[in-house]
């Protein structure tokens, strides 16, 4: 492993070792072992599909937009969710900074 590399390594470990991508991780597993959330996610997702399937039939469309919202105001209204994304938020502007820094 040359400098470069062990540097990167080092510095890919301080950033795993920062409390708030831990709180990142930790968050994002227990979301995703949530069977209810992962069915609400799926059913999000399906909706989603169908708006596109259908944008040219403003009926179908209207009726699957109606079901995401409602479905997707569920899923963010869970306090698990709500955390986990303020969380994600958090770490995207850390990386942010980094890649400022970087640039």
């Not at 470069?4 to 227990?30: A, G, M, N, S, W």
């Not at 698990?80 to 990386?95: D, H, S, T």
């Amino acid at each position: 492993m040359n400098e470069f590399e062990t540097q990167l390594e080092k510095c890919r470990k301080l950033l795993y070792d920062e409390p708030i991508v831990k709180e990142y991780f930790r968050l994002k597993h227990i979301v995703q072992s949530d069977k209810n959330l992962v069915s609400l996610d799926k059913e999000i997702h399906q909706h989603q599909h169908l708006m596109c399937i259908h944008k040219d039939d403003d009926e179908i469309y209207r009726n699957e937009k109606n079901l995401y919202d409602e479905k997707m105001s569920m899923f963010k209204a869970n306090p698990l969710v709500e955390n986990y994304f303020q969380v994600r938020e958090e770490v995207y502007a850390l990386l942010n900074e980094i890649k400022e820094i970087l640039e």
